[in-house]
């Protein structure tokens, strides 16, 4: 009986835990937890691009979403380049507020061989991911000129985006907590 | 021809060996007994070429780990753990290496087995980018290192003595600032233009040109007991016994504690003015900076066999005040100097003090350790030091420039390294045996040319 009640356990903890990463997916995001940095890189979508997803019915209240590659992709370590075919460097990391939406990117920029690489965060809505999802490159809409000189991201201390000129930060509703950003 | 090394040996070995009460009849045996070392040219082009290609291999390693892992979509938590992993170990690796070194009786067979695992690191981070798997290749390629190093320094002892010592170092460190900045050059078109994988396959591939090499040098030519700095003996019974009499420790210990100031110095300029660069001039940072690598390995490859042949004549100390009054400058001139082309040219600098490291660290422990038979643990013990000031030297540069700006970072290098040069100014020893005059111009350069 007790390693019944022990499998049963399991099993239930397992569908918990199923429920908690499929929430994400989900159309409409609730507020989550405030998740660790190598948590937050979980795949995301983006909210514009929001083809309707195939949800299927789990058993007992877990929902299975299937998404077809052309429409979602893994970010982590993929290359960034700018609208002009610069080579700017790899996506490390996301930077998500308290409702889990993405609001910056981190990307690892310049350097040669790993020397004098500078990690820098430019604003989530400045990234394009259709236009080289083909080849696996997200492109961003600023040239290496132009983010050069943008403070290096450091755990811990006041993230400074670098936003998009036109203030299209607007169209996203505001957090908690903004993260304080700073145009070019 | 005896080299009259009998009684520095004896004085330093006595009051040991009369504690140990059997050590006194090996202390009278003659270091070198009359039989001047005569390696042949085979020996001595496979040396070149080894030190070359073990260059090679080493550059993929660094921070471009991190590069490739970033693009293997490793987080950076990770890639943290894994680089910190690889720094404990071939920091605290350095004096077992060395040990381990003096211990064999064919340094050839150590290097072998050592550049053959730094291969196989480099194979294991190209074929199996697992967490488990690159944690633990970081560790072989660090521990094997450690052993790496000193190897090759005793090769280059054994085959040569140290009358010859000087000369064999300036052109070690030619060849592997050739190799370093050939690697580096390949290897940055590799990451371009195939993927960052293939650098680290080319890096394993280079291990066999480098066993190749490495064949080359005939073992009947490397002495084990001149590669261990001494008379080959058993173990000793109190181990650093024979380093601790005082005339030995003091320069070994101001020598250490100088060079750690150097690396705490030095270590993190580079990749501090590289950040500098990317800030400053976008687009061509990344060639900048790759100018900044390559072009100071040139410089050195074409000083550093002069620098050997001085530290004959000169003596040491003329050339480590050298090497360290470069240091504080190139530090200045970062912080003032704000063109980023310039940077580049100052950044010329590093070679003269890269070609006094690499010459004058293993010579200057070699003079210190003749006749103890401790010469690579010594290395190690000062590899340590060296490697826990440029372990801490970027973590420094990096609270400080966060705090108070690039500017003031590069000034704050400075200042550790002017620390090191008065070290060495007011407190180090002319290390050059008095036994060993300067060889005559034209022998020393015919040495080196074979």
């Known amino acids: 009986v007790a390693a019944a009640v022990a499998a049963l356990m399991i099993v239930a903890a397992t569908m918990a835990a199923d429920a908690r990463r499929h929430r994400h997916s989900q159309p409409a995001p609730q507020p989550v937890a405030p998740a660790g940095p190598a948590a937050a890189i979980a795949a995301v979508p983006p909210p514009e691009p929001a083809p309707p997803p195939r949800a299927e019915a789990g058993k007992a209240g877990a929902v299975a979403i299937t998404f077809d590659v052309q429409n979602v992709q893994a970010v982590l370590g993929k290359d960034v380049r700018s609208s002009t075919d ?73 993230v400074v985006v670098l936003g998009a000129l036109g203030g299209q930060q607007a169209q996203q509703p505001p957090p908690q907590s903004p993260p304080q950003s700073q145009d070019k | ?114 550049v053959a695992l730094v291969g196989l690191s480099a194979l294991g981070f190209a074929l199996w980018p697992f967490y488990v798997a690159v944690l633990g290749a970081s560790v072989l390629h660090a521990a094997a290192s450690c052993v790496l190093g000193p190897a090759m320094a005793a090769i280059s002892l054994g085959l040569v003595g140290h009358g010859g010592l000087s000369d064999r170092l300036g052109r070690n460190a030619r060849f592997a600032a050739i190799g370093n900045g050939l690697a580096a050059a390949a290897m940055g078109a590799v990451g371009y233009w195939i993927s960052n994988r293939a650098v680290f396959v080319v890096t394993a591939v280079l291990l066999v040109p480098a066993l190749i090499a490495l064949a080359f040098v005939r073992p009947g030519e490397v002495d084990p007991e001149r590669a261990h700095g001494g008379q080959a003996e058993r173990p000793p019974e109190r181990p650093l016994a024979k380093l601790r009499p005082s005339d030995r420790l003091w320069p070994l210990l101001i020598f250490s504690a100088s060079f750690m100031l150097f690396q705490l110095a030095n270590s993190a300029l580079l990749p501090l003015m590289g950040s500098v660069l990317t800030m400053r001039s976008g687009r061509w940072a990344s060639v900048l900076i790759a100018a900044a690598i390559v072009v100071p390995q040139l410089f050195v490859a074409l000083i550093s ?11 040491r100390r003329p050339l480590l005040l050298l090497g360290f009054a470069v240091l504080p400058i190139r530090g200045v001139l970062f912080a003032v100097i704000h063109d980023p082309n310039v940077l580049v040219v100052v950044q010329l600098l590093d070679g003269i003090s890269a070609a006094v490291f690499g010459v004058l660290v293993p010579l200057v422990i070699a ?74 111009e034209r022998g020393g350069a015919a040495v080196a040319k074979t």
């Open chain 2, 367 to 440: 003079d210190v350790t003749r006749g103890t038979g401790h010469f690579n643990l010594a290395l190690g013990i000062a590899g340590t030091a060296i490697g826990v000031g440029a372990s801490v030297s970027t973590t420094l540069a990096g609270w400080v420039t966060d705090h108070f700006g690039s500017s003031t970072a590069f000034l704050v290098l400075a200042a550790i390294a002017a620390t090191g040069l008065a070290c060495i100014a007011l407190l180090m020893p002319e290390t050059r045996p008095a036994d060993a005059p300067a060889p005559p």
């Open chain 2, 1 to 114: 021809v005896t080299l009259s090394v009998a009684p520095q040996r004896w004085r330093a070995g006595g009051p040991d060996d009369v504690a140990s009460g059997r050590g006194s009849t090996r202390a009278l045996v003659p270091v070198s007994a009359g039989e001047l070392p005569h390696p042949s040219p085979a020996s001595l082009r496979g040396l070149d070429w080894f030190v070359f290609f073990v260059a090679n291999v080493q550059t993929g390693f660094g921070p471009f780990v991190s590069v490739y892992l970033t693009s293997m979509a490793w987080t950076q938590v990770d890639i943290g753990i894994v680089l910190s992993l690889g720094g404990l170990v071939s920091l605290f690796g350095q004096m077992p290496g060395g040990a381990i070194v003096d211990a064999v009786h064919s340094e050839r067979f150590a290097a072998a087995v050592a």
């Open chain 2, 305 to 315: 066999p002069w620098v050997g042949r001085r530290a004959q004549s000169w003596g």
């Open chain 1, 86 to 158: 610069e080579d700017m460097g790899r996506l490390v990391d996301v930077v998500v507020d308290r409702a889990g939406q993405p609001r910056a990117a981190v990307i690892d920029f310049g350097g040669f061989l790993g020397v004098g690489s500078r990690k820098i965060a430019v604003d989530w809505t400045a990234l394009n991911f259709a236009r080289g999802a083909a080849k696996g490159i997200i492109t961003v809409e600023f040239t290496r000129d132009q983010v050069k000189a943008a403070p290096e991201f450091k755990e811990g201390s006041p």
